[in-house]
């Protein structure tokens, strides 16, 4: 039996499913990059940033990158451009600014 | 169809009718019998008429029906034969075995139907009264019943019931004592009109 | 073996206690509370090693199982009528995802109007779920079938539903044979599913999104599973009867040797029904009895086997399809017998909704009425509800 995996190219007939919509492994969102649905890119400043960590806790898609506790970044590879990080942000850091996505 | 021994408990609620029940057909299991045990339910409130039934067999019993003409009725608390007809479907040559203080003409004044059966009465109520300290009818009442149904053998069924009430009372000697004491007294006082 | 005198509920919470599952998550409902309080003091006494999970409502109760059995647990519940409705749910999400989970049901008829007593309303609404159904005659039945029905779940990865008829079977006491804990132990084996959540080496995702590309395929595979659980069900079913002496077939046939009318019917009603069959028969009448024990998955050939023989069938439905045709039983049977050259003439009574007690006398009317239609070969009435005032 093999599983059902989001790379996997022929589809399968149901002789050949897991049972139960089982999938063998974890995280597969991984595999699913939602980069490319985005239209509005945010852009962070680290000299702004006063690593309040608001927008890694409100991020819907875990698409704030953190490291010992500081903020280093966001994953364009699951960032859907949501805008939230943005809005967030304390007025007086303004440190992520939302612009245009150009391809 | 098999022979059925059948009985009909008359209670109101808290009294223990379906306690007596359960002890009756455990009593009888004990003796070799095939039993069925169960009350009827509907809304249960502390002193609404209640009633739970016994059916008794040699062989294995397979109806699930009502038992709707019991060889023995059994009637707890005497105010009910005010509100109901304890004599329905009793069978011919049955038994009405009445918790009273008062005798079987008087009672037989309240009955709508006086023959065609045997009518015993006890004060149950004064014995538990006595030896209980409390009014709880129901296991004194199967002294007596069994006394006039003859329908178990007295030594075992009073060996069951023991061994019952210890499981219930978890040991408490007093009250298993105090109630062996009253079935054996109801057994002894028991009178057939 | 051991003979104790128990109540169909009683018997039901001391196969649950010998069965030791590892979560049983609960809500009381009468007529059901006591299996659910006397499995709660096993736990209290330390009778049992169970987590138990004292849930808000039914559908909490439900998900907490499908948590549990998830997780890798053996698991079972406890309910009746409404609380079936409410976890109506959760009864499909647990079989989608392939969880043997247990339940012992008491039939009790749907509101409204509120009743407490028995009709198979509850079950009958649920037979599409993908849980597997035994109707119980009696507290001996109840006790083995949830012995035998947790088996075949995990051995199936099939839920079942074990039920026993509403204070009729439920609250009455009667004389039944129980195993050793050992025996019960033994028997059913350690439960060692194959995938669960908490096989932390190799995690896995439980209940994703499937969508057009993909669902269709996963419930047609969960059909074939139900597909087979009916052979696992006899195999289980004789090592059963191996260890206990008691052999419980899906539809059982009593008395149908030379027989040309017979009654279809479920329940505690089934096992009246036999005690009419031993008087009609002495009488020389040429009667039998078939009693549906398992009604999911569908024993087809099964059903069809035992009613094909006769002339004309009488179905005795305890619910009603509001089809204004019937009951459930009869007309999933009248579908069965279809593809029959030679069918027997198929009729309909539905009785007892709300606990209406059946009398003797009402299955020797329906033997009566039934073997008047196999003479003439002619139904006046299909459907006929029996018991019930304002009707004859």
């Avoid at chain 1, 608001?54 to 990158?65: L, N, R, V, Y």
């Avoid at chain 2, 029940?21 to 069925?36: D, P, V, W």
Wanted: hydrophobic content about 40%; overall charge negative; aromatic content about 8%.
């Amino acid at each position: 039996m093999k599983d059902v995996h989001v790379e996997c190219q022929r589809l399968m007939d149901w002789q050949e499913l897991a049972k139960g919509c089982l999938i063998q492994e974890a995280a597969t969102s991984l595999n699913f990059k939602t980069g490319d649905w985005r239209s509005m890119r945010p852009v962070w400043s680290e000299d702004k940033c006063i690593q309040c960590l608001f927008c890694w806790i409100t991020c819907p898609d875990s698409a704030i990158k953190v490291k010992d506790g500081k903020v280093t970044g966001i994953d364009y590879e699951f960032c859907k451009g949501c805008g939230i990080c943005a809005q967030i942000c304390p007025e007086k850091a303004s440190a992520i600014e939302m612009i245009r996505e150009e391809k | 169809m098999q022979q059925y021994f059948e009985v009909r408990w008359h209670g109101r609620g808290g009294q223990g009718a379906k306690t007596a029940a359960l002890l009756f057909g455990e009593a009888a299991m004990e003796t070799g019998k095939y039993i069925q045990a169960f009350p009827e339910y509907g809304p249960e409130r502390t002193g609404a008429p209640v009633k739970s039934f016994n059916r008794l067999a040699d062989d294995p019993i397979r109806i699930h029906t009502q038992v709707i003409n019991p060889n023995v009725v059994v009637v707890l608390d005497s105010s009910l034969l005010e509100c109901l007809d304890v004599t329905e479907g009793i069978q011919e040559g049955g038994t009405l075995l009445i918790n009273s203080q008062e005798s079987a003409d008087e009672l037989k004044k309240k009955l709508a139907k006086t023959e065609g059966y045997k009518l015993a009465v006890v004060d149950a109520s004064k014995i538990a009264m006595e030896l209980l300290k409390r009014d709880v009818p129901n296991t004194v009442m199967l002294g007596a019943m069994v006394k006039v149904t003859g329908a178990l053998e007295w030594d075992s069924a009073l060996a069951s019931i023991e061994k019952k009430l210890n499981v219930k009372f978890r040991g408490r000697k007093e009250i298993i004592e105090g109630n062996i004491k009253a079935i054996k007294r109801a057994y002894d006082e028991v009178k057939v009109a | 073996m051991k003979v104790i005198a128990k109540t169909g509920n009683e018997a039901m919470a001391y196969a649950m206690k010998q069965i030791n599952p590892d979560v049983v998550a609960a809500y009381p409902i009468t007529p059901a509370t006591e299996v659910v309080q006397i499995f709660s003091n096993y736990v209290a006494d330390g009778e049992v090693d169970t987590e138990f999970v004292a849930a808000e409502s039914e559908h909490s109760a439900l998900s907490a199982c499908v948590g549990a059995s998830v997780a890798g647990g053996r698991v079972m519940t406890s309910t009746a009528s409404q609380g079936l409705a409410l976890m109506h749910e959760i009864l499909y999400i647990a079989a989608g995802n392939h969880l043997p989970i247990v339940i012992a049901l008491v039939n009790r008829s749907l509101s409204a109007p509120i009743n407490i007593h028995c009709d198979h309303s509850d079950t009958m609404g649920s037979r599409e779920a993908g849980w597997m159904q035994f109707y119980s005659a009696n507290s001996q039945e109840a006790y083995d079938s949830i012995i035998i029905a947790l088996k075949v779940a995990e051995t199936c990865g099939v839920p079942a539903i074990v039920s026993t008829d509403a204070f009729i079977i439920s609250h009455c006491m009667d004389r039944l044979e129980v195993l050793e804990d050992e025996e019960v132990q033994k028997f059913i084996g350690e439960y060692n599913p194959k995938y669960y959540a908490l096989d932390i080496g190799k995690p896995k995702t439980y209940g994703p999104l499937d969508l057009q590309d993909y669902f269709f395929e996963h419930k047609r595979s969960q059909i074939d599973a139900f597909s087979k659980v009916l052979g696992t069900y006899n195999k289980i079913a004789q090592e059963y009867e191996k260890l206990s002496g008691r052999y419980y077939p899906a539809v059982e046939e009593y008395r149908t040797d030379g027989a040309e009318v017979a009654i279809f019917t479920a329940g505690s009603t089934a096992d009246t029904a036999k005690e009419v069959v031993d008087d009609l028969r002495e009488q020389g009448r040429k009667i039998g009895l078939v009693r549906m024990r398992m009604w999911r998955p569908l024993p087809i050939e099964e059903i069809k086997k035992a009613l094909s023989k006769f002339k004309a069938v009488a179905v005795m439905d305890r619910s009603d399809t509001m089809a204004d045709f019937g009951g459930p039983v009869f007309l999933e049977t009248r579908g069965i017998l279809y593809d029959l050259d030679k069918r027997p003439i198929i009729t309909d009574y539905v009785y007892g909704l709300g606990g209406r007690n059946v009398e003797i006398a009402d299955i020797v009317r329906v033997y009566d009425e039934i073997t008047e239609v196999a003479k003439t070969g002619k139904v006046s009435k299909p459907v006929t509800y029996l018991g019930v005032r304002g009707e004859e």
